[in-house]
Each structure stands twice: as structure tokens, then as C-alpha cells.
RNA sequence: GGGCGGUUAGCUCAGUUGGUUAGAGCGUCUGCCUUACAAGCAGAAGGUCAUCCGUUCGAGCCGGAUACCGCCCACCA
């Protein structure tokens, strides 16, 4: 049979193995006449030195120009060999010539050509591609000699017609880069075909789940055009085929030990197989074999199947599915419940990294330079399923960045908890430990905190809730991102903030402690949070909390520690408000370029709850938005900045209000509600969208009109006042 | 030749069943060395979601076509 030969590795390698490369070739037209002197036929080919091989030409049946040469005999060039026309459906009449040369030995479309004719194989190419004895006076030459000689003595004899450039895929041994051979050679095939059925079915049925789903069709498809596996490698390591052979009869028996006699003539001359498998058959049964298989023991009842494998998309055939089909053939069951396929990380360019190619980048130097967690972290968060990862110096240093984030916060945390009466650290910790029963809630604090807590708490307990879910479905991209965003710009950037005071004041001994519990539980859930993604330095961090100095190890502990009853909605909503508030002065002094001056601003709402949220917090709305004094008001403003339709505000300092700027400021504003209004108004007046989009979609446009339109509404009477 | 994926901000990419104003990191610009963090803080600019057609009350997302780009599979000399 033909198979494909690796002339540097000295053995045959499967399909699977052999890469495709575009190569720039060409394609010769070459004359071969006929025996009787009268005319010739010319052939195409991209590899002359084959015809030296040659045992016929092949032309389609249906060919007009050729039906009267089928049968006819040719004289084959530099060889002076006798070979037939024949017919042939395979060929196709508008290549080339339509006329094809059959080298049965050395390609597998001759093979099978020559099959179906009766035509006789000959080897001219060796087991390390020199030419043989059949092919005369080029045997010993290197392939790319032969070529070279044989073009020449074809031009001399006035018999190579023509030369065109022609792009050829040539089969390169995935190994050593190798251009394969196709040889005949006698070699141990798998019959694939009643492996593949079950293994199709499990995968169909469900009882074995591919993700993401798209390679689940990659892989079915592979599995209905199955070929049979050549599975034997003429290397001198790896598992020996267990095959005896018969030096006497012939007889093949294949048995675990030597049978020491021949099961059919009784000879005592046994030839041991010297050919061992493909690595990858072993690599097949390594499920279960690595159990104790074909034992029946505890480990392979207990670990077989397993739940989950993963594996590069890369060997997703080479192994996955052989993986599949050999469980299957030999223990009835599939040897795994989910396969999941990550992403490759790719060098810059997105090429696949590769020595001869010389852009792998050593991970061990990156994580030396960057830290390991912020490799790793920077891998997860890219890792969209389905898609490559292309690797980036940059991304991985603002995961660094995110790392020492980690740690500063830390710092923070622990430098102030360490200023502490040893008394009242000790009532700290004795808070923490007391709130860690189910699931941690906010512990009562002064109101100003306790609207942070709650905040903060809730958050926690969405994220804990979201991370969850995507790890379930393997969105690690997902998880990862959710928790960057939490730790980084909700818990730093505001909660943090926002209880700076109280946890860097000196607290006395009839103070409450629960803020600085409140705290610690809440950043040792987010610990617990990054920890699969950053595992060292949570680790380490952990340790350094209130009573997990001497504890094992935070990898050993829940996952989730906040409760889900700490959702709460109305503290978010009030917390919403503030933060818009601080955001908007912040936005507005930057746009007055009073960014680093103390200023004093006026805030107004016509509804109660807000001018109370604000009067509570006003301490840290001066502190987060940078003002000197703030000044609640019911009503309404003369030029306000309308942060919501239910509050606005002013910027209060010596320089005169600009009423020119003011009046160009709302009325773009103005211009940009009414666009929104009459978009709308526009989705809204439509019947069928009244009808048909869901209840709630209807009502949440509804009041986003509402909102619109009121704050419109104050926009103009703004406007109206200016004059 | 068949199949799959991609095309979203200057760059690298998210965007899970269709639903208000499409997000992030990096880069750029402005102001800050504010006693956790300048590897940082507070702001800003920047997008006709490749193109066209269709389905829908409504499309970055669903369907079809086109154009580039990438990958996998394949026995066209």
C-alpha cells in the first residue's frame, strides 16, 4: 500500500501528520510516443523523476482526443519501457493534457489506478528517496538530482515540450519539515470505520459534550470521512506491535507474550514484529490504561470516565478522538463527559509559535519578567472561546500593573490595621470571624458606611454570582474581566475611597469596629475571587489577614464567601446617585479648569429621598468630588447641570458665570435630548412596536421618554432664564 | 475543491439567547508626585460595528450575497 514516508525520520507517518505547504513548482509537458514511432502523447507532471516508475497513462474515458490511443503502446522516454494507454475515470480531462502518467509506487491516485487496470508497481524511489535499481542509470541519485537529470536528458531528446510555473501543495512531515514521499510499502493499517460509528454516536447523543459547540461539528465531520490509520512507525522507540510472524508459513498471530510456536504449522521460528505504534495509539489508550486497565480496579471504577478534558484544538484528532473511539472500543464507555478546546496563544503577529520558525517565546522568562500571575491572568482574560490568543508584551504588563494594584490595596489595608490598638484590632478580627458563619453580610456600621458597605456587599454578591456562571460555561475571559473590573474600579476606586477616613482614623475603644470588619470580609471575598486567576499572590496576601496567618492555604476554601442575601438594590440606586453626582462635579471643575481648586457647589432636587441621601453624605461627597462645601436645596437651580431628571447642580466660585458658554452649553444639550425625544417618540408612536415588543421593553421606553422629556423640560426653562 | 472562523476606537480585542446613549486595555490629549499605588489618580477626545440586500416594531448580534484576511480538511497529475 501507499503511504506517506518521511526519507529523514526513516519511517511512515499517518495523514494526520503530514502538513500541506504551498510550494512554487512547475509543470512539465513531456512527450511520450508511441511504440510504433507514429506521434506521442504528452503528459503533465510535477515530479519528472517519477516517470522513471511509470507502468502506463492514464486518459478519461469520455476524451474524444485520446479515445482512439486507448489500448495503444507507449515507449517510455530515457527507460525505452513498453507501457499501455488505459482509461480511466479519475483522470480530468481539462488538466494539463488530460493525459496522466501512473507511477502505481509512488503516488496513491497511480496506486489506485493500478489497481484497477492490473498494472504492474515499480519502485523507483527508496527508503531515503535515493533512486533504485528499476530506475537504471539514475539509481543512487537524490530525488532532486534525478529530477535535475532526468529534465536535462528529456530536453537532449528533444522530448520536454513545455515548462509552466505551477504552485503545487506539497505533504511535509509535521516532524522534521521533511518534504513525505509516497511509497509502497508494507505497513499495519487500523480499520477505522466501526471505531468512528460509535464514537460519532457519543458525541451526537451528548454523552460526550464538545465546547465551544463549533468543534463539535470540526470533530464530526473528521469522523464521517474517516480514513484508516496507518499505525505503524518504523522508529526504535515506542510500544512494539505485538505481532509474530511465521518464518516457516507466514502465519501472523498476534498475542501479548511470544506464542514460542506457530498456531498453524506448529514451527518453532517465530519473526517478532520490530515496527511499534504510532505514538499516538498509545497515547489513545492512555484513559484508561494508566487505571490498570484491563484489570478491573478501583481507580479505573472511580476515575473512568473522567469528567473533563482539554486539550489545543491542534491535537483535537491526533488524540481527542482517538481518545473517544479506543474508550469506547475497550471499556463501553466514553473516557471523558466534556472535551474542552482552548485557545492557542499565538506570537504577536499571530503566528503559531514554532522552534523552526524561531518566535516561541519561553513562558518561563515572561513570567520571570512580568510575574506568573500576570501571565496567567492576562492568558485568561483573553481567552474568548473559539478564538487564538495573540501574545502581547503590553497586555501582559497591565495585568502586572493589575497584580501590584492587588498588592498596594493590601498594603493599605494591612499598614492601617497594623496602626490599630492591638485591643481594638483584636475586636476587628473577633467581627470578622463572627460574620463568616453562612455567607457574609454587611455588619452594622454608622450610616454614612453602612451605605457603602451595602453597596459593597452587593456588588460582591452579583460578581460572585456572574463569576460563577461563567465558569460553568468555561468563560474564563468573562470571569476574569468581571473581577479585574470589580477589584480595580468598584472596590479600589470608590469603596476604598470612600471609607478612607474611617479606616485611617484612630478608632477608640467605644467605637465600633464593624467598617474595618466590613472590610476585611470584603477583601477576602475578592481574594477568594482572583484566586484561580492569581494564585500566588492571593495567596500570599491572604496570609497575611486576620487569623489565616496560620492556616493552610486560601486554594482550600470556598470560593463564594458573600452571602446572596447581601444584594440589595435600593443601596445601589442611592449609591448610583452619589457616584453620578461626584462624577458629574468632577467632570464639570475639569471643564472649567478647576481641577485642582477647592470650589463650592450647590446641588437641588425636587424630591426628598435625594436631598436627604445627599445631606447624609455630604462629608464624602466633598471628599470624592474634590469640593470645598456643598448646598443642598429643594427646587430648582438657575443654571444647573442636570446630572439625572431627578437632581441637578452648580459649580459655585468667584470667576462670573459665563452666560455665553452657558447658553451654548444647554443648548447642546438641548439639541442632543431633543434628538433622543424624537427617536423615541418615533418608537413609541409606532403601533406595531406597541403591540408586539415585549411589556416591559414598552415600559422601560416609556419612562426613558419621561426622564427625556423632563429633563428637557428643565434644560429649557435653564435656558429661558439666561435670557 | 470542501468546511470553519474573522472584519467593532489609532493598535490589540470583548460584546452569552435581537431591546434605551456599542465597552475594555494600550496609545493620544488635559490636570494632578492628594501619606496604598506615577506600574498611580481625576478627566477628555476617538466608532456610518467591512460592503450591500433581506427578516423584524427594533439588527454589531439572525438570513443571503460580495470583498479582503486567517485556519482546518482533501488522493487533481
Redesign the pocket.
Known sequence: YIVNWCPRCGTAVS??E???EERAGK?WYIRYPFENGSGYVT?????PETMLGDTAVAVNPSDERYRAAVGRQLVLPLLKRVIPIVADD????????????VTPAH???DF?IASRHNLPQLKVLDEEARMTEAAGPYQGLDRYKAREQVLGDLRAAGLLEKEDDYA??VGICSRCKTVVEPILSKQWFMKMQPLAQPAIRAVEEGRIRIVPE?YR??YL??MY?I?DWCISRQLWWGHRIPVWTCRQCGEVMVSEESPGTCSKCAGGSLHPETDVLDTWFSSALWPFATLGWPEDTDDLRRYYPTDLMIMGF?IL?FWGARMIMMGLKFTDDVPFRELYIHALVRDAE???MSKTKGNVIDPLEVTEQYGTDAVRFALAI?A????DI?F?Y??I??Y??F???IW??S??IV??LQKLAPEVRNRVSAATEAASKDGFEPLPTDPTLALADQWMFSRLATITKEME?AFA?Y?F??AS?KVY?FF??EF??WY??WI?PEI?RTLGPEDSCNAWANLLLVFESSLHLLHPFMPFITEELWHRLPNRGDEVSISITPFALVSEQAANSSAESDFENIRSL??AV??AK??V?L??EKVSARAASEDAAILSLFNTHRQTILMLAGLEALEVTSGRLEAGIHVTSAFEFQLIYEKQVDHDAERSRLTKEREKLEA?IS??KK?LG?R??LD???ED?VR??E??RT?LETQFQKVVESLERLG
Open positions: 495523514d494526520l503530514v502538513a500541506h509543470l503528459v503533465a507532471t510535477t515530479r479519475f483522470v480530468d480531462p481539462t488538466f494539463g493534457t488530460g493525459a496522466v502518467k503516488d496513491p491516485n489506485a503545487l501543495n463549533n461539528k470540526i465531520d473528521w470521512n480514513h491542534d484528532f499571530r503566528q503559531k483573553s474568548a472561546p473559539g478564538t495573540a502581547s503590553d497586555k504588563e497591565s502586572r500593573n497584580a501590584n494594584k498596594n490595596a498594603r493599605f499598614m492601617n456562571e460555561d468563560r475571559h468573562e474581566y473590573h480595580w474600579h479600589c476606586d476604598l475611597e478612607k485611617t461626584v462624577v468632577r467632570n475639569a471643564e479648569g481641577q485642582k433622543a427617536r423615541v418608537q409606532n406595531n412596536f408586539r415588543a415585549p421593553v422601560k421606553t419612562n426613558h426622564d
